[in-house]
């Protein structure tokens, strides 16, 4: 569930990368990408293995040098040579890039040091970070004693250190207990809302779907489409489906359902009803009371909106995970 | 200077969390220092072989010299053969054969020559030779002046001769002493693991370096608002400061409890920082090219035992053979060891190590320049 937004200024994007074009030998890892992230939005980048998320967010955090096309940060333009627009960044990349021997605290340090904390302040930020991701009462453990799910989020904490006006991460949970998975999404919803820009890439739906106000499904170096997971579903033309069952009644429930305004379509699946309508959630309340009108004995009902799994195999033919 | 004091932070913890560094860079060298020092080194005299085949005057004298020494013990040989297996199963550590024209060499006015045989370079064998070698210009510069002193003053050869060996017994009886007091049986031994083990140690931290690659930490770092040629300063003198430390560490042992003279401080002084860039130089070569830390240490592990071999540190180029020796010079420890020799057993300056200093420097330049640019090639291209 989103949470109310802190602000969103309306000036200069956070993040605006223009016409980005990358390529390794002859192949196009990027082709012509353009995107911008606002303050305080989270922006994800939604595409299977290979797609070019990597290098359009490496290009975007001055890493890798692009062929063509244009990188701002606040406004001013990052390339791989440029220093200060990196300030603003915070980059947590797929790999675990922290120094395993080393304390989650003294790899903190370290960041720390490189962005240009020091004393007080820098060991203030370790505890707030450590404390955003769940680590506090680990912050002296070496990392490789940590599960994975841990070094994952001290991998975020990280990036979050020097309170970068923009977050990018690459797919932060591969490879996560779901418990992990669940508290990087809950930390990093937390920071969306306080108003940091993010930029997060994933091949997980779900994911996207849970943390992004707009999403740019990605395949083959380019942004197939772009937008929040409505509208992207609005394109696809796809119904919502309310998934009810009456108990033994699903004939005379059918009947009913099929009368109701809006309705495109009823299905009789088993014991189970389904029935294809537009904003589905907005015509629960006529549904439950004509099935309540005609004393038929609701026993379950469930929302099943069109996700962005079926966007992205609508417009490239393939699955997420292909 | 922000990023390079936070890499040389960094490289401070990870070193003190290495306890196989700690081996390698601390405990294995001074171990193998002692041992070799005590089994190869010793402060009793050393028992030479000598062969003569000649027993004309000048001869008869050179062994006298010889015998007088407090630093040597003869022992008479009348075949090279049985000399040679004594050599080898340690019963001398070196053998002389005084050739039978020796004596004409001196009287032609050559710089004479004598056959040295020495096994397996140790504190010992060097000694010997240094005694040898010492003997042989005694008795050569007596000869010669007797001749011509006889020649002018109309005096005879052995009037002539007595004088001059009155001159010569005190500088000779100077040479010994000098040679015994001075050389601590660990005086080759000391170095020679310096060197070898600078050389070990800092080819192994490349692996360090490879992982690092590979979690994506540099990456990270070139995120940050860093140059990369910062991260190459900074990762190099990290390893530099390793290599300083290291050799400040082994020295003062060599010092402290070895009984070590290393010579002059500041020619030594010198040595080290070159011998620790270049180390430094070599590491971050190999971290770069190497693609697992396996790897890496096995490259490095080989690679410095095998140019320590040729380097002299496991026995003296000397004793090698010229073709060699010289060949050893491929690798910067024989102009490392050669320095060293030069300030332990002979009281050099910075003038004369200067050549193999700035032969060694020649090495880190050339070495830590490839180093930094494939360094920065592949921290910019992860």
Known sequence: MKIEKVSGTGSLPVLECSHLVKSFASRKAVNDISFHIDQGECYGMLGPNGAGKTT????????????????????????HKSILPKRDIGYVPQDLALYPELSASDNLRFFGKLYGLSGRDLEGRINETLETVGLIDRRDDRIESFSGGMKRRANIAAGLLHKPSLLVLDEPTVGVDPQSRNAILEAVQLLSNEGMAVLYTTHYMEEAERLCDRVGIIDKGQIVAEGTRRELVEQLGSLDRIRISVSGMHREGAEVLRKLQGVQEVIEIGDEIEVLIPQARLKLPSVIEALIENHLPLTSLEVVEPNLEAVFLALTGRELRD | ???????????????????????????????????????????????????????????????????????????????????????????VVAGVEIPQ???????????PSIDLIAPAGQAPAITARTIVTAAVAVVSSEWTAALQASKKNHISLDKALAEAEKLTNSAETLISKKVSQQQSPFSYTAPSNLVLFVFITLLGASSA??????????????????????VVIGHMLGLFFLAIGQCV??????????GVNFGDPLALGVLLVVLSLCAAGASTLLGTVAKSSEQAIAIGTVAGIALGMLGGCMWPTSIVGPAMAEFGHIAPQAWAM?????????????????????????????????????????????
Request: charged share 20%; hydrophobic share 50%.
């Open chain 1, 56 to 79: 359009t967010i490496s290009i975007a955090c001055g890493l890798l040098q692009k062929d063509s096309g244009e990188v701002k940060v606040n406004g001013k333009e990052l390339n």
């Open chain 2, 1 to 91: 200077m922000r990023s390079i004091h936070a890499l040389l932070w960094v490289g401070r913890r990870r070193a003190a969390k290495d306890q196989r560094l700690a081996g390698v860079a601390i405990l294995f060298p001074v171990v193998i220092m002692l041992l070799v020092g005590v089994l190869f080194g010793s402060n009793h005299p050393a028992p030479i072989g000598l062969i003569i085949k000649s027993n004309d005057q000048i001869t008869q004298r050179l062994v006298s010299v010889l015998e007088s020494s407090n630093s040597v013990s003869l022992h008479y040989y009348n075949n090279l053969p049985q000399m040679q297996d004594d050599i080898l199963r340690g019963r």
């Open chain 2, 101 to 111: 024209n020796f004596m004409s060499q001196v009287d032609e006015g050559k710089n």
């Open chain 2, 209 to 230: 370096f490879v992982d690092t690659r590979k979690l994506g930490v540099f990456s990270r770092i070139l995120a940050a608002p860093v140059r990369p040629i910062s």
């Open chain 2, 249 to 258: 560490f082994l020295v003062v042992i060599g010092r402290v409890m070895l």
């Open chain 2, 338 to 382: 050669d320095a060293f020799v030069k300030l332990i057993y002979n009281g050099a300056g910075i003038g004369q190590i200067l050549p193999d200093v700035l032969a060694l420097l020649a090495f880190s330049v050339i070495l830590v320049v490839i180093s930094s640019t494939r360094l920065r090639h592949v921290i910019s291209n992860k």
